[in-house]
C-alpha cells in the first residue's frame, strides 16, 4: 500500500513552472562541473549569482517597492557564471548585474526586450573584451554526456511546450550550416561543429526558450528562431566567434516590439469590431 | 518630475555606471602608468636596467624554419609546425664562457652552436662540432635541446628531442661530440617538446625526462591519419606518452616510465621542469600540458612519481600549458610556479597562472593557491616560455613572458575558424580534415613579450617598452645568461619561423650580486638539482641548479643572485642532490664562486 503510495506520489510530481528553468540550469551545471569542472572555480560563479539576485533583488525593489522572486535572476546569474570566462572576478560580477540592470532600463509595454544574459553577454563583449571571453569551448570529449544534457534539456523544454523554438531554429542552423559550407567552400562538419559545445546548448535551452521574451504565438516563435538562425549566418560569414549572441541581440527585441505592436492593433481592430457588433 | 521617471532615472544612471566600470578602470590604469619610450637613461634610473638588441653585431645571424610536416597537414601548417625554435645555453668546452645552443627544425636547415669568444663576439662551431646537421628526413625536426654531464666526465653533453628520434651526443672534452643514441638505448620515436635532465634517484647520474606531445605512433612527416590531433580542447586524452629514462651509470639507460608511475595519463606536456617543491630531498616534476590540466608528480624516495596536480590545488582548470618556470618569487625560501596560458581578448582568456606554496600541506604534498592576478602577471597573451630572471640584480625575481602564435599576413585573423573547431565534439577536433585551412592567416600574431617587472612587494609591473625589450616577433623559447661577463642576465629569445634575438642587459652599478658554479662529487657532475640557499640580511631566498626548464629552454648552469644595494650576505647554503648540504660564508661579491660538492 505505502510502495502504492509513492509510486503514485511520483507519478503525479510535477514541478512548478517556475521552477522548471532553475531546477533544469542547476542540474546541467552541477553535473558538467563535477564531471569536467566546466566552470572557472565555484567562486566565480557564486559572484555571478550573488551578483544577479542581489542587482535584482535592489531593482526590483526600488522600482516597485516590492520584493519579488528571484528564480530568474537565479537563471541569468547562472548563465552568466557559466558562459563569462574570465581569469578575473570582477566581469563575473558586472556582466550579471548588467545583464539583470538592462530589465529595468529597457522596457517596452511593460515588459523587458531583451534577454538578459544575452544582453550582459554582448555588452560585456562590447565594453570589457580585454578581460572577458565567452565560454566557446566544449565540455569534454564525452558524445553521451553531450547527449545527455540535450536530452534532457529538451524533455524539460518539451514539458513547457517550448520545444519547437529549438526545433526550428537546431533544423535552420544546419540548413544555414550546409548553404555557408557550399558559399565559403569550408567542410560542412567544421560549419556545425559548435553546436556540438554548450555554449549552444545554454543559448538553445535557455536564451532564445526564455518565455519572457518570446513572442506571443507559436507560429512567430518559431519565424523568429528561423530568424535568429539567419541573421547569425551572416555574422559567421563575417567571422565573428560568438555569432549567435550577436543575432538574437538583434533579432530578439525587433520580434517582441514587433509582437506587441501587432498584438495591440489586433485587439483595437477586435474592440473596433466588437464595438461595431454592438 | 513625477516619483515614476525619477525612478527611471535613477535606474537608467545605475545601469549607465556598471556599464562605464571597464572603461573607468583603462583609464586609471593608463592614469597611474608611467611607461616611457625606451630610453636607457631614464630606465637605468627609474628601473635599474636596460635591454640593447646586439644579435648582429656580436655575430649571430641564426634563423629559425619551422619544420614541412605531411602534406595533409599543409593546410593548418603554421600551427602544426608552430613549434621548434628553442634555445639553450651550455659552457660546451669548458672555458668559464657561457655559449648558445639554437634548433632549426625544417629538414636540411642547421642547428648552431655559438661559441663565446669573450671578446663581447660569438661564432658558429655546430658544422665542427657534429651537432648542426640534425634535421633530416626519416629521423625527425629538431624541437629542442638540453645539457647535463650523464657520464661525469666533466664535460657537458647534449641531448636533443625531435619530432621523431630523439638523439644524445656525448661531448669529447670540448673538441665535438659523438652521437651515442644506440649505445645509450634510445626510443626511435617520440613527438617530444620539452625534455629534462634530473638524477630523480640520487645516484649521482643524470636521469632524463622527455614529454611527449603528439601521441607516439604519429608519424608528422608521413601521416598515415588525419586523427591525430587533440580528442578535447580541454579534456585531451590522447596526446604522447611521457618517458623517463634512467642512465645506468655506464652509458646505458632503460626506460622505467610505467615502473614509476609515469605512464598515467595521454595529456599534451609541452613543457617541464623538475625541482625538489616539498624539501624531501629528491626533484619533483612539475608537466604544463596543453589541452588540459597541469600536473605535479611528486618524487618517493626515488622509487615512484605520484600525480597530484588535483591535490596540490592547482591540476583542476584545463588550460592550454605551454611553460613552466621555477622560483622564489617573494623571496621567502620556497619555490613558486609561473605556467603561461592563451589569453586572446574577447576569444579565450585563460590567464596565466603564478601558483605561490601555502602553509597547507597534505603530507608530502605542498598546496599551492594562484595569485597572477593579484599580483599583475596574469593577462598575457598567447604565451609560451615564462621565465623568472632578476633583471635588475634587486634581489627580486621578475617575469620574461614570450607571446605570439603566427605572425603571418596583417589585418587577417585565424581565430573565428578555430573557435569553432575546437568548440566542436571529439568526432570533429581530432581529424586534421575538420580545421580549416589557415591560408595565410595570422593567429594571434604580432604580440608583444612581456617584462614584468617584481616591486618585491607583492606586484609586478609591465615595462618592456621602456625597458628596449618591446618584441613583437613569434617567441617561443627564452633563456637567459651572462653572456658578456659583466654579472647581469642577457637574454636571448629564440623566435618562430623568424630570426634569434639577444639582448645585452645594461644593469645599475648600483646593484650588487653573486654567483654560483657547482661541480657535484658525489652528485651528479653538473649538480643538476642542486638547491642554493642565500642567507641575506633579512631575507632568505632559494635558487636550483636547472636540468632544463621553461619552454624548451635552458638558461646558464651557473646560479646567480642580485643583491641590490647589500653589500654583504650571510652565507650560502648548498643542498647538493647527494643529500650533502655544505654552508660556506664570508663570499665576495659581484663575483662567480667555484664551489665543488664536499666529499666528507
Excluded at chain 1, 39 to 52: N, R, S, T, V
Excluded at chain 2, 403 to 430: F, K, L, M, Q
Excluded at chain 2, 431 to 456: C, E, H, V
Aim: aromatic share 12%.
Amino acid at each position: 500500500m505505502a510502495s502504492f503510495q509513492l509510486t503514485d506520489k511520483i507519478k503525479n510530481f510535477s514541478l512548478p513552472p517556475g521552477l522548471i528553468g532553475p531546477v533544469l540550469i542547476t542540474a546541467i551545471v552541477v553535473a558538467a562541473h563535477l564531471s569536467f569542472g566546466i566552470l572557472d572555480g565555484w567562486q566565480k560563479f557564486a559572484i555571478a549569482l550573488a551578483a544577479a539576485c542581489v542587482t535584482e533583488a535592489v531593482l526590483h525593489k526600488f522600482v516597485t517597492g516590492k520584493w519579488r522572486n528571484l528564480s530568474s535572476a537565479y537563471i541569468s546569474g547562472n548563465s552568466a557564471g557559466i558562459l563569462v570566462r574570465s581569469p578575473m572576478l570582477w566581469p563575473f560580477a558586472l556582466c550579471a548585474a548588467i545583464s539583470i540592470a538592462s530589465k529595468y532600463v529597457f522596457r517596452y509595454k511593460g515588459t523587458h526586450i531583451w534577454n538578459p544574459t544575452n544582453f550582459g553577454i554582448v555588452v560585456m563583449l562590447l565594453i570589457a573584451s580585454d578581460s572577458m571571453a565567452v565560454l566557446s569551448i566544449q565540455w569534454g570529449s564525452n558524445m553521451w554526456a553531450m547527449a545527455m544534457i540535450w536530452l534532457v534539456g529538451f524533455f524539460v523544454i518539451s514539458k513547457v511546450k517550448l520545444f519547437h523554438i529549438c526545433a526550428v531554429y537546431m533544423v535552420s542552423f544546419f540548413a544555414f550550416a550546409w548553404i555557408r559550407s557550399v558559399y565559403t567552400g569550408g567542410m560542412f562538419l567544421a560549419e556545425v561543429a559548435p553546436i556540438t559545445g554548450p555554449m549552444y546548448q545554454l543559448f538553445v535551452l535557455f536564451m532564445i526558450t526564455d518565455p519572457k521574451t518570446t513572442v506571443s504565438t507559436k507560429n512567430g516563435r518559431m519565424l523568429v528562431a528561423f530568424l535568429i538562425a539567419l541573421v547569425e549566418m551572416f555574422f559567421r560569414l563575417g567571422e565573428a566567434v560568438y555569432a549567435p549572441f550577436y543575432a538574437l541581440f538583434i533579432v530578439g527585441p525587433i520580434a517582441l516590439i514587433i509582437d506587441k505592436l501587432w498584438q495591440e492593433r489586433k485587439a483595437k481592430s477586435l474592440s473596433k469590431s466588437a464595438s461595431v457588433a454592438r | 518630475m513625477n516619483k515614476e521617471v525619477q525612478k527611471k532615472i535613477a535606474v537608467t544612471l545605475i545601469f549607465l555606471i556598471l556599464v562605464s566600470i571597464p572603461f573607468g578602470m583603462k583609464k586609471y590604469e593608463e592614469l597611474t602608468s608611467d611607461s616611457f619610450d625606451a630610453d636607457m637613461e631614464m630606465a637605468m634610473e627609474r628601473y635599474g636596467f636596460f635591454l640593447e638588441e646586439v644579435t648582429q653585431s656580436i655575430g649571430v645571424g641564426f634563423v629559425h624554419r619551422r619544420a614541412t610536416v605531411d602534406e595533409k597537414l599543409h593546410h593548418i601548417l603554421p600551427q602544426i609546425s608552430s613549434v621548434g625554435a628553442s634555445v639553450t645555453i651550455v659552457d660546451f668546452n669548458n672555458n668559464g664562457l657561457n655559449d648558445i645552443f639554437l634548433t632549426n627544425s625544417e629538414f636540411g636547415e642547421k642547428n648552431a652552436l655559438y661559441k663565446n669568444l669573450g671578446d663581447g663576439t660569438f661564432i658558429d662551431v655546430a658544422q665542427e662540432m657534429g651537432i648542426a646537421d640534425l634535421n633530416i628526413p626519416g629521423l625527425g625536426a629538431s624541437m629542442g635541446a638540453i645539457w647535463g654531464d650523464y657520464n661525469n666526465s666533466g664535460y657537458e653533453d647534449l641531448f636533443l628531442y625531435r619530432w621523431g628520434k630523439p638523439e644524445l651526443f656525448r661531448n669529447e672534452n670540448g673538441h665535438g661530440f659523438t652521437r651515442v643514441t644506440e649505445e645509450a638505448g634510445l626510443p626511435d620515436h617520440i613527438n617530444a617538446n620539452t625534455a629534462i635532465w634530473l638524477d630523480y634517484n640520487r645516484n649521482g647520474y643524470l636521469d632524463l625526462f622527455i614529454g611527449g606531445y603528439y601521441h607516439e605512433d604519429v608519424n608528422l612527416f608521413d601521416l598515415s591519419s588525419t586523427h591525430m590531433m587533440p580528442d578535447s580542447y580541454e579534456f585531451a586524452t590522447n596526446g604522447g606518452l611521457n618517458y623517463l629514462f634512467e642512465n645506468q651509470g655506464d652509458g646505458t639507460f632503460i626506460d622505467v616510465s610505467e615502473k614509476v608511475g609515469l605512464h598515467v595519463s595521454r595529456r599534451w606536456t609541452l613543457a617541464s621542469a623538475a625541482a625538489d617543491i616539498n624539501d624531501s630531498g629528491f626533484p619533483d616534476i612539475i608537466l604544463a600540458n596543453d589541452y588540459g590540466v597541469d600536473e605535479i608528480f611528486i618524487n618517493r624516495n626515488g622509487e615512484y612519481f605520484f600525480n597530484t596536480g588535483q591535490e596540490a590545488g592547482l591540476g583542476f582548470i584545463p588550460k592550454s600549458g605551454m611553460s613552466v618556470a621555477i622560483g622564489d618569487v617573494m623571496n621567502q625560501n620556497n619555490f613558486a610556479i609561473y605556467i603561461t596560458n592563451i589569453s586572446e581578448a574577447g576569444v579565450l582568456m585563460q590567464g596565466n597562472n603564478l601558483w605561490v606554496p601555502t602553509r597547507q600541506r597534505s603530507g608530502d604534498i605542498p598546496r599551492f593557491r594562484n595569485v597572477a592576478g593579484n599580483m599583475g602577471v596574469e593577462i598575457g597573451e598567447w604565451g609560451y616560455g615564462g621565465q623568472f630572471i632578476d633583471l635588475n640584480n634587486n634581489g627580486n625575481l621578475d617575469l620574461y613572458v614570450a607571446n605570439g602564435y603566427v605572425s603571418d599576413e596583417p589585418d587577417t585573423d585565424y581565430w573565428y575558424d578555430y573557435a569553432r573547431v575546437v568548440g566542436g565534439n571529439r568526432a570533429v577536433i581530432i581529424d586534421a580534415n575538420n580545421w580549416p585551412p589557415m591560408n595565410n592567416r595570422t593567429f594571434s600574431g604580432y604580440q608583444t613579450n612581456k617584462i614584468w617587472l617584481n616591486d618585491g612587494a607583492g606586484r609586478f609591473r609591465e615595462v618592456a617598452r621602456s625597458v628596449g625589450g618591446d618584441l613583437n616577433l613569434d617567441s617561443r623559447s627564452v633563456a637567459y645568461a651572462d653572456l658578456f661577463g659583466t654579472g647581469a642576465m642577457d637574454l636571448i629569445v629564440a623566435n618562430q619561423n623568424q630570426p634569434v634575438v639577444i639582448y645585452r642587459n645594461h644593469v645599475t652599478p648600483d646593484h650588487n650580486w653573486i654567483g654560483f658554479k657547482l661541480e657535484g662529487t658525489k652528485s651528479n657532475r653538473s649538480a643538476i638539482g642542486a638547491t642554493v640557499i642565500l642567507h641575506r640580511n633579512g631575507t632568505t631566498t632559494r635558487k636550483f641548479v636547472s636540468g632544463g626548464d621553461a619552454f624548451s629552454s635552458q638558461s646558464q648552469r651557473a646560479v646567480h643572485f642580485g643583491l641590490g644595494n647589500e653589500e654583504s650576505i650571510r652565507s650560502v647554503e648548498i643542498r647538493w642532490p647527494s643529500g650533502t648540504v655544505q654552508t660556506i660564508d664570508g663570499l665576495e661579491l659581484n663575483h662567480y664562486h667555484k664551489i665543488i660538492e664536499a666529499t666528507e
